[in-house]
């Protein structure tokens, strides 16, 4: 399988670590609008270099395309790869606008094509035999706790370092952050019918540093369609060391505890026993190997996010942003 990437930066490094482990899998081509990025990404894989995505699809020859550009730039390349008939892995968020999200699941659905969505936790073992023990049973609360830093890689905490640093293009800590708990709510919980939100700034990652509009701690309420609530909070933190990633989940039958990271673990009592199961595999790996096992076969349904899902997400996100500029709460 012949893989392109879209974006040259942090995310990708990761992805081609766990691609250099995976069978017939070539790295054929990388594309940054950064030249020099782009020629040193794909000399180490051994690919053809583009500064133009456009450039990089017209050459042909790819089966898959991984779209790892800010969220902002998803749309255009992702649709462009669909036409094509291309399988395409699409780093969260699934874009930055409404409009956007809903014109790149229009094109997947025309399309047919298998596409992933990067929300990697929807992958892993421990969350489908969460949901497997809560069965039909609609969680009455679940609560995240998200208390760590960002993309380190990315030097976000640098003045002007990239795109991060700009929330309007960015989504900052929501999108960063938070929306990987909300996703995960949500594939638990179902469709979100409104939220109530807040964030700060100044006192945690961003204390003694000049003014940002970027926030450093963010809380949030969901109501879900079927009457549960769920409550995300995320502290963007360097002193959190390790980083804390977990979600509690009540249920009528069920009290149960999902660590994150760095061990991925479900703990708790369901149905009257006790539940207690280590996660055999990386949420980084899995997500990618179960979208190759997808492409490889050519079913959209194999993945562990769709765009469908994301935009269930992406609709959250943005409802959440708006409650934060206005204090009130906001239909989904």
Do not use: N
Request: proline residues 5%; negative net charge; glycine residues 10%.
């Amino acid at each position: 399988m012949r893989l392109g990437f879209v974006g040259a930066g942090a995310i990708t490094e990761h992805h081609l670590a766990i691609l250099g482990e995976q069978p017939d899998v070539e790295v054929a081509a990388v594309c940054d609008i950064d030249g020099e990025r782009a020629q040193a990404v794909a000399r180490r894989a051994g690919a053809s270099a583009f500064t133009r995505w456009e450039e990089m699809l017209a050459a042909g020859g790819l089966d898959a395309l991984f779209v790892c550009t800010p969220p902002m730039h998803h749309a255009a390349p992702a649709i462009a790869a669909f036409e094509r008939g291309l399988a395409v892995y699409l780093e969260k968020p699934l874009a930055r606008s409404l409009a956007d999200g809903e014109a790149i699941v229009a094109a997947w659905q025309r399309s047919g094509a298998v596409c992933a969505v990067g929300y990697q936790w929807r992958s892993l073992d421990v969350v489908l035999q969460l949901r497997a023990l809560l069965g039909k049973a609609q969680p009455g609360l679940l609560v995240s706790r998200s208390f760590g830093p960002t993309e380190g890689a990315r030097r976000d905490l640098e003045q002007g370092a990239g795109w991060f640093a700009d929330p309007v293009a960015s989504g900052g800590l929501l999108f960063e952050l938070a929306s990987h708990d909300i996703d995960l709510q949500i594939a638990l919980a179902g469709p979100v019918e409104s939220v109530q939100a807040t964030a700060g700034s100044g006192l945690l990652a961003l204390a003694d540093r000049p003014p940002s509009r970027l926030d450093d701690a963010v809380s949030v309420l969901l109501r879900f369609a079927g009457g549960g609530l769920g409550a995300c909070h995320v502290a963007w933190s360097t002193e959190q060391s390790p980083p804390l990633y977990a979600l509690d989940v009540q249920a009528a039958d069920a009290a149960l505890q999902l660590v994150l990271d760095p061990a991925f673990a479900l703990s708790g009592h369901a149905r009257g026993a006790e539940v207690s199961v280590l996660g055999t595999e990386h949420p980084r790996v899995s997500t990618v190997t179960r979208f190759l096992d997808a492409a490889r076969s050519g079913d959209p349904t194999a993945v562990p996010c769709s765009p469908a899902d994301a935009l269930m997400t992406l609709r959250a996100l943005l409802a959440c942003e708006q409650a934060i500029e206005t204090g009130e709460r906001v239909s989904v």
